[in-house]
């Protein structure tokens, strides 16, 4: 099973500010086959990126999807009030399918 | 715009069988290209693959839960359900079903998900 650890565990920003988000594999995923995805609370997960890089529809240019083989990185050019979330990583590369921990997005 | 909704009973009891139903609409089951998911959630925790289905029932399990679990599909009722058996208090979480793309198998449409709990 390929593990995914995502660091940091919360990140304290202010609306403008960049994030830059880490997903860390134990193994590397195969063919950069890489997702992104957005909660926020009570609500369902959101796909935000997949293959690594390719955004998923309406998702907006603020946000870009990148890396491969163990490092993938998620950033947030200038973050907006709607942008404050957990956000997972998930490889579907090799089964099981599995998920990151999450990082917290959280207004500083 | 593909739409997916949860179904089933909110509270079972410990021993039982978890029995829950993803009505689809917006879009066919049968169309192909796809798998039908479940995917689970525990309170304020990360995201678990319980498994997956395709149209024609082949189905796909995450080995932790494989022995208890069973995905089955209807394609005449646009519908895919999920019984996990011998529940217990660590199978209390939110289920949500979900479209996988079955070229990547990420996941692109989302149920609202329903909080199961275990408890007598």
């Known amino acids: 099973e390929i593990v995914l650890t995502q660091s940091p565990g919360t990140l304290s920003l202010s609306p403008g500010e960049r994030a830059t988000l880490s997903c860390r594999a134990s193994?590397?995923?195969?063919?950069?086959?890489l997702a992104w995805y957005q909660q926020k609370p009570g609500q369902a997960p959101r796909l935000l990126f997949y293959g690594a890089s390719t955004r998923a529809t309406g998702i907006p240019d603020r946000f870009s999807g990148s890396g491969s083989g163990t490092d993938f990185t998620l950033t947030i050019s200038r973050l907006e009030p709607e942008d404050f979330a957990v956000y997972y990583c998930?490889?579907?590369?090799?089964?099981?399918?599995?998920f990151g921990g999450g990082t917290k997005v959280e207004i500083k | 715009q593909v739409q997916l909704q949860e179904s089933g009973p909110g509270l079972v009891k410990p021993s039982q069988t978890l029995s829950l139903t993803c009505t689809v609409s917006g879009g066919s089951i049968s169309s192909g290209s796809y798998y039908w998911s479940w995917i689970r959630q525990h309170p304020g925790k990360g995201l678990e693959w319980i498994g997956y289905?395709?149209?024609?029932?082949?189905?796909y399990y995450n080995p932790a839960l494989k022995s208890r679990v069973t995905i089955s599909v209807d394609t005449s009722k646009n519908q895919f359900s999920l019984k996990l058996s011998s529940v217990t208090a660590a199978d209390t979480a939110v289920y949500y079903c979900a479209r996988a793309d079955g070229g990547g198998n990420y996941f692109d449409y989302w149920g609202q998900g329903t909080l199961i709990t275990v408890s007598s």
């Open positions: 289905i395709y149209y024609s029932g082949t189905t």
């Open positions: 193994q590397s995923v195969s063919s950069s086959y």
């Open positions: 998930q490889q579907y590369g090799t089964s099981p399918l599995t």
